[in-house]
Every structure is written in structure tokens, then in C-alpha cells.
């Protein structure tokens, strides 16, 4: 009795696990192959990878989405941890109003904020898409509301008293915040901004709807491509999905075994 | 004193600036668009035009259908899933709900990619199924969102309680009923809010899997490539208010999963 529960308990898991990556492990192994499409197995080859790292528009396309989202998360998160700290500080009603306010990109539907920013910023006000400035603060909007969602816990969980202690021992407001707050709110500050990275890699509609019609992003780039017949760009972007996905495997690896390390720490302490 | 605690108060002006001119603002300025016409009048036009065209309200039936199926699929398939991996005696169970996670952080156009290669292959023209297919792809991009609450708040119930209900004369199943399940409900309700609404309007994985239906995100892209701005923002204002609606409904104190993937 209890076996067959157990193989049940197997078969579902492995099942949502399967459904989950095959297609990624299937395109994995085909972008090592000469084959545009999957099922006919033909001859193996570095092509595609080839194509991916020396094609300039390729490139250019990849560089440009690493080059935005650094520059999104980075403004994010010095506005999200400011935001964070003032709201902390400041009266409970105006608090409660920047928590609110905070809420709304988070809530709302990414195409309707992206739609939103490009009729206020292009349409109302005239401000051309070739400046980037639409789509840079497109992508802020997504990514600063999550800052100041894991900065603000933080700041909760701080001992206010070492900040009064560090004021009567001398030292300047900015100085204690520095010194005293900064460090206790770091990791949140970090886990914020690497959020603020993924939100802006993985975003479609905010970027459709501000961005210069010259430039791509990931995004945008592949679901232009898997409508053309362009078949050396399909199949490069083969190779691009199996390179994210070790990437990403790497850093999932790379935190848990950090992870691991503190906790072993922890265990001898 | 009344000088230094005003400071750090401050800190917070640039970004309450920056929410009300690119949050707020953005907001409002859909309202202007929404009921005015080309000619800047005030107008229901855009308002009555949606409600009255048989188009339109077959793309809300529409897309309120797919999203109600794909909430349900993505749920059957998420619920036992967190629940096994939550409920299992695996060491590393942290590292397990991270495989099952990891999805979300890989760019969903290419996964949904792969999807669409694989489905190629085994259906020949993915037009034959358009609900299906639908389906199939919104449950790919979105289920991970759906594992990880559900799998966080059964972590975090205090197993004192269904010892409590063993002690009592529960059998497994009853015990699964009356204390795991209710309880279980904030990360359920969390989830599907996470589902239920990106089905709605994230028409970009149908775009990709050359689906050509609509739903009420296509609205607004349709709109947006006519250059109709007033149309666009009333869909914008419609999809608001029933966003609305649905967060009042929803409301939990659990955290957001898109943030709390980060773990």
C-alpha cells in the first residue's frame, strides 16, 4: 500500500519535471546538430554557436538587453533602497500611500503598463523612442517597486538602536546610514537588484511598447524571429536558449552551494 | 533632532516622485485617452463601442475562458506537485522546489520556443488546436509561479497540527482535508492570482505559438500597431478595473511570488 503511494507520488513529480524541461533539454540537443527542425537527426555541428557568437546583429541584440537591464537595475535599486528607507522613516499615512502607489506595477498587467508609459511619454508628451528614455524607465518601473519590496522588510527586522548609538557617538546622519543602516539592509538591496535584472531580461511588453524600433532585446528579438523563415537565426537562437540555460543552472549552483557553505558554518557555531 | 530625522525622510522624495510620474501619471493619462475621441472631446464612445461590438466581448469570453482553464491546469498539476515536494522527507527539499522554479529565471521567449518546436513536432500545424495549444503554453510559461507559493506556505505549516488531527482519530485523507488543504489556501489563492490574469493578457506566447486567436492583451496590441491610442486605453481601463476587482477578491499576506523566487 504504502509503495504504490510512493510510485504515484514518483510519477506525478517526474511527471511536471519532464513537461518543464524536455523542451528545453530537446532544443539543447538539437542546437548541436545541422538539423532546422526537431526529429530528423542529422550530422553534428558547432554551427549554430558559431552563428550566435560572430553574427553582429546577434551580438549586438544580446550585449544591448545585458547593457539594459544592468542600467535598469541599477537605477531601480538606488531609487527602490531611497524609497525603502524615506517610507521606513516617514509618517505612517505617507507610508502607507508609497506601499500602495508601490504596489500598482506590481499588480497590474505588463502590457497595460507598458502601454500605459509609452501613451504618456510618446504619445502625451512627445518624447521620441530613439532617446531610450521610454524604455529605460519602463524597465524601472518594473524593477524599483520589487527594490523597495525587499529592502523595506529589512529595515523592519533592524535594530534602530545602533543608528540613535551612532549618532550620540559622533558621527553625521549620513555617516550612521552608511555605516550603520547600509550594511543591515545589504542583502536585501542585492536580492532587489538581482530581481530587477531577471524582471528586465525577461520582459516582452514594456520594451514592444517603448523601445527604438532599431534596437532589440531578447525578448522581442525571438518572437520576431520564430515568425520569419530565417533558418540560421532559428536554429542560433537554439544555441542562445541552451547557453541561458546553463547559465542559469550555473548561478542556482553557485547560490546553493554559498547557501550550504553558511549553513554548514551555522551547524559548527 | 527634528532636523536629522527629517533627512532620512527625504531620502524617499526622488522615488515618491518617480511613482507618481511614471505610475500614477501613466494611470490617469489612460483615463484622458479613454474617453476622449481623435478630436480631444469628452466621449463613452470607446466605452460603449467595446460592450456593443460582438468582436470584443467574444475576445473578453474568450480569453475569461482560457484563463480559467489554464488556472485549473496549471492548479492540479502545481497542487500535488509542491505538496509531494513539501511533504517529502528529502534532505536537500530547498534545492528540489529549485529545479522546479528555475524556469521562471530562463527568458520565457525562448523557452516558449523550445515549446513551440516540440509541439510542432508531435502536432504538425499547431493551428489545428488553438485552445489547446493555448493551454499548453500558457500552463509552460506560467506554472512555476504557481508551484512555489503553494509549496511555501505547506512548508510553513506547524506539523503540531496534524499530529493534532492524528491524535484525534484523523486518517491521512481526513487530516489532508480538514487541516492541510484549508490551510494551504493563502499560497493556493496567491498563485492563481499569479496565473489567472497573465492568461488574460499576455498574448505574446499565443503570438509565438502562431496561434490566431485573441485575448484581451491582443486588444491593446491591435490597437497600439493602429496607432488608436483612445481605443487601446479604454481596453487598458477595462483590463484596470477588472485587475481591480480581482486583487480585492485575492487579497492574502502572502509575499509575491515573482519576488519570492529569489528565496
Not at chain 1, 215 to 236: H, L, P
Not at chain 2, 52 to 70: F, I
Not at chain 2, 202 to 225: A, E, R
Request: include cysteine; aromatic fraction near 12%; charge should be positive.
Amino acid at each position: 500500500m504504502r509503495k504504490k503511494n510512493n510510485a504515484w507520488k514518483i510519477l506525478i513529480v517526474s511527471f511536471v519535471f519532464l513537461f518543464l524541461y524536455l523542451p528545453i533539454l530537446i532544443l539543447a540537443f538539437y542546437s548541436f546538430t545541422t538539423s532546422a527542425n526537431i526529429g530528423t537527426v542529422q550530422g553534428f555541428s558547432l554551427d549554430n554557436y558559431r552563428t550566435l557568437f560572430t553574427s553582429p546583429e546577434l551580438v549586438q541584440m544580446i550585449v544591448g538587453t545585458l547593457v539594459l537591464a544592468f542600467t535598469a537595475a541599477t537605477l531601480s535599486t538606488i531609487l527602490g533602497t531611497l524609497g525603502a528607507i524615506g517610507s521606513f522613516y516617514s509618517k505612517k499615512n505617507l507610508s502607507r500611500l508609497m506601499s500602495t502607489t508601490n504596489q500598482i506595477p506590481v499588480i497590474n498587467a505588463d502590457v497595460v503598463t507598458g502601454f500605459s508609459i509609452c501613451i504618456l511619454l510618446v504619445v502625451a508628451l512627445g518624447v521620441s523612442k530613439d532617446t531610450y528614455i521610454p524604455l529605460v524607465i519602463g524597465h524601472v518601473v518594473l524593477g524599483a517597486p520589487f527594490v523597495y519590496l525587499s529592502v523595506l522588510p529589512k529595515l523592519m527586522q533592524m535594530d534602530g538602536s545602533i543608528y540613535e548609538a551612532a549618532l550620540d557617538l559622533g558621527a553625521t546622519p549620513f555617516t550612521a546610514l552608511r555605516k550603520v543602516v547600509l550594511p543591515q539592509i545589504l542583502s536585501g538591496v542585492l536580492s532587489g537588484f538581482a530581481l530587477s535584472v531577471t524582471l528586465s531580461l525577461d520582459d516582452y511588453f514594456v520594451a514592444v511598447y517603448t523601445k527604438p524600433a532599431t534596437f532589440d532585446t531578447i525578448s522581442t528579438y525571438v518572437v520576431n524571429a520564430t515568425k520569419g523563415s530565417q533558418t540560421t537565426i532559428k536554429t542560433a537562437l537554439w544555441a542562445l536558449s541552451t547557453v541561458i540555460f546553463f547559465v542559469v543552472v550555473l548561478v542556482v549552483l553557485g547560490m546553493n552551494l554559498r547557501t550550504a557553505k553558511e549553513e554548514g558554518k551555522g551547524a559548527e557555531v | 533632532m527634528k532636523n536629522m530625522s527629517f533627512s532620512r525622510k527625504s531620502l524617499g522624495i526622488p522615488y515618491l516622485l518617480f511613482l507618481s510620474l511614471f505610475v500614477v501619471a501613466p494611470l490617469l493619462v489612460l483615463f484622458y485617452y479613454g474617453f476622449t475621441n481623435g478630436s480631444g472631446r469628452f466621449t463613452f464612445e470607446n466605452l460603449t463601442d467595446f460592450f456593443t461590438n460582438p468582436n470584443t466581448l467574444g475576445t473578453l469570453c474568450y480569453s475569461l475562458a482560457l484563463a480559467l482553464v489554464t488556472t485549473l491546469v496549471c492548479l492540479l498539476l502545481a497542487y500535488p506537485t509542491a505538496y509531494i515536494l513539501a511533504t517529502s522527507k528529502l534532505k536537500r527539499r530547498s534545492v528540489v522546489i529549485m529545479l522546479f522554479v528555475m524556469p521562471m529565471w530562463i527568458n520565457f521567449s525562448l523557452r516558449i520556443t523550445a515549446l513551440k518546436e516540440v509541439l510542432t513536432w508531435i502536432e504538425g500545424n499547431l493551428a489545428y488546436y488553438p485552445f489547446l495549444n493555448s493551454v499548453i503554453g500558457m500552463t509552460y510559461d506560467f506554472l512555476p509561479f504557481m508551484i512555489l507559493p503553494i509549496f511555501n506556505t505547506i512548508t510553513r505549516l506547524d506539523p503540531a497540527l496534524l499530529e493534532a488531527a492524528r491524535d484525534l482519530g484523523a486518517d491521512e485523507k481526513e487530516a489532508f482535508l480538514k487541516v492541510t488543504l484549508p490551510l494551504s489556501m493563502p499560497g493556493v489563492i496567491s498563485g492563481v492570482s499569479m496565473v489567472f490574469l497573465p492568461a488574460m493578457t499576455n498574448y505574446v506566447v499565443l503570438d509565438m505559438l502562431y496561434n490566431s486567436t485573441y485575448i484581451m492583451g491582443s486588444l491593446i496590441g491591435s490597437y497600439f500597431s493602429a496607432y488608436n491610442w483612445h481605443g487601446g486605453s479604454m481596453i487598458s481601463l477595462i483590463l484596470l478595473v477588472m485587475i481591480c476587482l480581482f486583487t480585492l477578491f485575492t487579497k492574502t499576506e502572502e509575499e509575491n511570488p515573482r519576488g519570492g523566487a529569489l528565496l
